[in-house]
């Protein structure tokens, strides 16, 4: 913190691919144990900082489709093994995932007993704004729907954050996935 700023640790594992959900658990605990060990080394104060990865789901491709409840089980015993309780919060990336994916993974990683010392609550990119953007469609007589579309995202996905999502979300874009394969950034 000696620079006022939180650093914010964003590993991704890529939904690209046929890998199960088993494969992407041990992926992405091997990655987050390789990043926290990166942080122990560089004695870096994780108090002051937000993980912000992927939800464990497996690959876009693959045969399966769990549940979201396996999903989020598959989630929080990954962060269990390898964030220390010290990290304050998870904040999600959404992966692709439709608005509606994302908002009920992150309800239920939310609903999973046990113990979670972290505030899981979303960092989304696509799954915010995709059916904002396509709302506005870049014209002013747009926007007040626009910010409507936004307001009922964040409000849906605030309440996720909490664990009391309903499932009752409405978007221009609802379950239409918003994966893009071979995204890079």
Request: aromatic share 8%.
């Amino acid at each position: 913190m000696q620079n006022g700023i939180v650093p914010i640790v964003e590993p991704e594992v890529l939904p690209d691919g046929n890998h199960d959900l088993y494969t992407a658990m041990r992926v992405t605990e091997d990655v987050l144990a390789f990043v926290y060990k990166a942080l122990a080394d560089h004695h870096v104060y994780l108090e002051g900082t937000l993980l912000k990865p992927n939800m464990v789901t497996a690959g876009q491709s693959h045969s399966q489709k769990y549940s979201v409840e396996q999903n989020a089980v598959a989630t929080v015993q990954t962060l269990q093994r390898t964030v220390p309780c010290a990290v304050p919060g998870i904040v999600f990336l959404s992966g692709g995932m439709s608005e509606i994916e994302a908002t009920q993974n992150l309800n239920a990683i939310n609903c999973v007993p046990g113990r979670k010392p972290w505030a899981l609550t979303f960092s989304f990119g696509r799954a915010l704004q995709a059916s904002v953007i396509q709302t506005w469609d870049g014209k002013k007589t747009n926007v007040v729907s626009a910010q409507q579309e936004l307001l009922k995202l964040a409000q849906a996905n605030g309440a996720a954050a909490l664990g009391k999502f309903e499932g009752n979300l409405q978007t221009a874009l609802g379950g239409q996935s918003l994966f893009v394969a071979n995204h890079t950034y």
